[in-house]
């Protein structure tokens, strides 16, 4: 189990989490399948179950570090049909009757199309993951929109009662990742070739560049003109690569082979043991990494 994006927040409050009590409560708000008539249905599952293992646990431990898993299920119904019925039943009503279909007959039709459509769209399903880090005061979330997270978070906090977090990040970083360029960057840090870069003033023009060595002739005219870093790809310690955006999330985390190959040695066929070893790697991993940049980008200044 490897994030790929990480969404993080801070806990402003110490956090105790009672192993059977939370068991329950993640229980009792169980993801359950949609019925006939719903949308879409959120709950919680065993962290192990998108591989098809059922390990009766809702959640997984490992060093304080609590792995909770959230599934979300989706009915897929493209608006393509449910207009092209509308249009058609339009249609033979317009000409049954010789007058307009009203706006308001119209919304009460698709209504009923969508009513009737409903048990037959396909299903759609996902997961999000996401830890709580009871050492270091901190939530991580394997997503890369805030809604994601938030429903991460919302339906966490529905369970266990309270869960008091904010941004790790407190500011814009654009000011010290643009340092990150013109200064140098923190021990441990290693720019690559990609960034993206946004002017100051009313127009707000944005330049993407991909395989662009950062410290060319062309990226320092760039930053000569006026224009911040908005997003900028790095490698840490020779543990993973990821692009930091300034809000201070980061999208195509990569973990590094050094760090995957630590857990070749458990067989495949193993595959709890293998997602057990694999977070446990990951999320101390990621504590420290986010640890760093905390303090390394002052991410808790208002």
């Given at each position: ?92 009503i317009e000409m049954e009757t010789g007058s307009p ?130 997003k900028v790809g790095f490698e840490y310690q020779e ?64």
């Amino acid at each position: 189990m490897w994030f790929k994006n990480l969404k993080a927040y801070q806990l402003t409050q110490p956090l105790s989490l009672d192993e059977d009590d939370l068991q329950q409560v993640l229980n009792e708000n169980a993801f359950r399948p949609c019925g006939s008539q719903d949308t879409a249905t959120m709950g919680f599952a065993s962290p192990f179950s998108q591989v098809g293992k059922e390990s009766g646990a809702m959640f997984h431990k490992v060093q304080e570090r609590y792995w909770i898993t959230v599934k979300k299920q989706e009915k897929i119904l493209p608006a393509a049909v449910v207009n092209a019925e509308l249009a058609d039943k339009v249609a033979q009503i317009e000409m049954e009757t010789g007058s307009p279909v009203s706006k308001k007959q119209q919304s009460d039709l698709k209504q009923e199309i969508t009513t009737r459509l409903l048990p037959q769209a396909f299903k759609k399903n996902s997961y999000i993951h996401g830890f709580i880090s009871i050492p270091e005061r901190m939530v991580v979330i394997d997503a890369s929109a805030d809604g994601k997270a938030e429903g991460w978070l919302a339906l966490v906090r529905k369970a266990i009662g309270s869960l008091p977090v904010v941004p790790l990040a407190r500011h814009s970083l654009q000011s010290e990742l643009t340092h990150w360029l013109t200064d140098g960057t923190p021990e441990g840090i290693t720019l690559t070739e990609e960034a993206e870069f946004k002017s100051t003033d009313e127009l707000e023009s944005v330049v993407r560049v991909k395989n662009q060595p950062l410290d060319s002739d062309e990226i320092k005219m760039h930053l000569d003109s006026g224009k911040l870093v908005q997003k900028v790809g790095f490698e840490y310690q020779e543990t993973l690569t990821a692009i930091i955006a300034e809000d201070g999330s980061f999208k195509r985390v990569k973990f590094t082979d050094r760090l995957k190959e630590e857990t070749d040695d458990i067989p495949k066929d193993q595959v709890e043991a293998r997602l057990d070893a694999e977070f446990a790697l990951m999320s101390a991993e990621l504590s420290a990494f986010l640890d760093f940049m905390r303090t390394s980008l002052s991410l808790e200044q208002e």
